[in-house]
């Protein structure tokens, strides 16, 4: 998807030397397009959280070890 938008934006770059830190800031903008998407997919509405998915419960055949 970089190389991608990369090949389709090559004739807006004006300094080829800056190739690297050009390709590099797509690949940054890329991946915090890929992070702002995943963020807003995993929304869970406040009124629909129960109390117990905030507490932890031990395995029920847990049995804590004693450090000696």
């Known amino acids: 998807e970089i190389y991608f938008a990369a090949y389709h934006k090559f004739v807006q770059l004006k300094n080829q030397d800056a190739y690297k830190a050009w390709i590099i800031s797509i690949a940054r903008n890329k991946c ?37």
């Open 32 to 68: 915090n397009d890929y992070f702002r998407k995943k963020a807003t997919q995993y929304e869970i509405p406040i009124d629909e959280l129960e109390e117990d998915n905030f507490s932890f419960h031990y395995p029920e055949d847990y049995t804590p070890k004693q450090i000696s």
